[in-house]
């Protein structure tokens, strides 16, 4: 098993009306002053808006706004969420909203407190600080809730990079599952998608991994299919919804990757060019990247995509359990091909382009140079 | 899904030699004098002691001593802890052993800033702030390494009662799984045990459970088994150590009880008696309860305890799967009748009446009455 060192501070509360609680825990951290960031009109049409507005009046806590996140955040929208935690002085952000939301408001939360632009933090620079960070979870998929790391899009650039620092950890997250009845059948498949390839990029690539961590990631990925499945069939199922969100967050917050021996995300770094370039939700751009990769990747080791196909689909050869993945992900409504993607042209050797500049950012340039992430594409 | 609030600050670091960071680390934190608790000789034979002593002396951290911590810590020797941690006006207590030592520095740490005695703790004083505290761990079974509770006996009326605060989280443990390669096998068995029931408790009394908690726990009582196996043919077999080990702090850190419906603790319960009253090894005390109660509570459960079976042994019936772990603990070593204990005489009903303390401190007594209780104990 390989060294680690496991560091996770994030409160978790899960459950019915929890969000109601958010004025309170502000309160007795002693924020009188929060920035909410949030994204479009979901929050307002549900009546969550009213509600937490409602709540922190009750308790005292002024509110600044910062609404219109996009779903895959843009950096021209963080740096004006920067400047306004800034000028209004705030103590704290507030994110409400799933896991694009968390993500600008961690950039804005060390933003705020750095005199560089924020853009920095995605390309080398290291925070010292950071504003507290709350969360509100609508949308269970990312992990980000409990996590550190955030990804935001330069629009100018189109580069999607990522970034993570020990300080930007939110320190509280409250997961309401009942608050994801009203989300869309294909947002669920994205965010099913999202989940699974999160853990399944550390069990395909890590290098040597504990067996108790192999099944650690298994049961996520099953626990993911049982419940996307139900959901589907019945939306207002809490007991799925919640178990849905928890394997979810389990997927990202680090507990799927500790003690095991080097691995990549390198479907996480061909789709980010995908959503980029073409805006693609990101597990759309996933759904179809992933079962390509698999195809292109699996030859290098057999005996885990095997163990995969007869632990997670009861299949007897790595080849049907890539494509049981595929089939499933077509069932839930996800698209597994790039000709599926609504865009009205693309184009493989630019997204290869742009995903080598996340390559070369993440020390995988050696095994994923231009032409072999044009290969994985042509696969999809 | 239950409601639930997760919070767990410990870092957690593991790795051969990390033991060596200790140093730097409470330096890194301003640290510069600590009270440095530990146990009986086996440090001391094993260089451990030596090793801390000169790391510390390197950062210039200035050491107190209190060794001599008993396999079932005692308050008489806590008390000399708090006494001396505050005459000394240490910053911090490091825990250098295995569950009991940082089960008393918990204890301790608590104590020290507290103006009431230490065992108020134990029976219901709620301590505002704790000394923080840091563990590096030579013997991995209780989980203490990782969660906020600590165990202690009130040698003069034989209470063996716990404790817990989001205070008393150890701030950093560190785990060296090579450090535990000298443990006689017995110990390791009383440690696979202890590991095992801490699950078990919350897999076989809970009202309900998530499908995902419920592989999650088999998944530790799995890894346990194999790597008990795995380590008693090669015992310097380091990744088995480190998988063992990483299994035991799962088991107890709150992975496994979050989102479950009301559990109990009935085995700890009863064996807390028998502990407090014969000082036998916690986990050999376990192995003597878990089947007994198994037998006497399985018609509560039955899909349950026939799932347990099936998924842990193989096999096809709910009686067939408490036989095989019981056969499982005589394997290992550990002994699972009351008659094996290495006391002369024992009384069943005085450890029936002292488990009734901590049944009704636990809020258990309406099903765990003395009559209950001596039912149990027949079995064994």
Redesign the interface.
Known sequence: ????????????????D?QQEIGQILKGDGIDKVLMVYGRSSIKKSGLYDEILKVLDTQGVEVIEHGGVKSNPVLSHTRLGVDLAKAEQVQAILAVGGGSVVDESKAIAAGACMDEDVWNLFTGTKPNQALPLYAVLTLSATGSEMNSGGVVTNEETQEKFSFSSPYTYPKVSIVN?ALTYSLPMDYLAYSAVDAITHVLEVYFTAEAM???KR??IE??V??II?TTERIMEQPTD??SR??FA??TTWALNG?AA??VKKYGFPNHMIEHSLSALYDVPHGAGLAIVLPAWMKWYSNNRPEVFLRFAEQIFGLNTADEGIDALEAWFRKIGAPTQLKEMSVEQYDIQEVASNALLTSRKWGMSDQYSQDVIEQVLRLA
């Open positions: 098993m390989e060294a680690f060192n496991y560091y996770n501070p994030t409160r978790l509360i899960y459950g019915v929890k599952p504990p067996l108790m099944r650690f049961n996520i099953l626990t049982e809490y007991d919640a178990e928890l394997a507990l500790i003690g």
